[in-house]
């Protein structure tokens, strides 16, 4: 079993930055791809960043040039760090990661639980 604990949310002003953080925790031998997620209040979630376990990374059109993701496999960490924030990136924001576990078949998907970030105007 694996634990995804998402941090670093909050309130910031538009044309701020903030930077998210996600910690896998547990039974890992290796974590493929991590992914991170939004979901606007009233909307359906969306992809906001991928990346694979060689630093490979695709980005959402509507984030393109002002997010990045990166990772740290070491740590089994993966960061969002959001610049030039607008109103309408207010949303819960979530991680996923793609694990194989130590002596188990297969690659299994987890979820952490979301962190707030509210950007005002």
């Known amino acids: 079993q694996v634990q995804l604990v998402e941090s670093g949310g909050g309130l910031v002003q538009a044309g701020g930055s903030l930077r998210l953080s996600c910690a896998a925790s547990?039974?890992?031998?290796?974590?493929?791809?991590m992914y991170w997620y939004r979901q606007p209040p009233g909307k359906q979630r969306k992809l906001v960043a991928r990346?694979?376990?060689?630093?490979?990374?695709n980005y959402a059109d509507f984030v393109k040039g002002r997010f990045t993701i990166s990772r740290d496999n070491a740590k089994n960490m993966v960061y969002l760090q959001m610049n030039s924030l607008k109103p309408e990136d207010t949303a819960v924001y979530s991680c996923?990661?793609?694990?194989?576990?130590?002596?188990?078949?297969?690659?299994?998907?987890?979820w952490g639980q979301g962190t707030q970030v509210t950007v005002s105007s």
């Open positions: 996923h990661a793609d694990v194989v576990h130590n002596g188990r078949v297969g690659v299994w998907n987890y």
């Open positions: 547990g039974s890992i031998r290796s974590i493929n791809d």
């Open positions: 990346i694979t376990s060689d630093g490979t990374t």
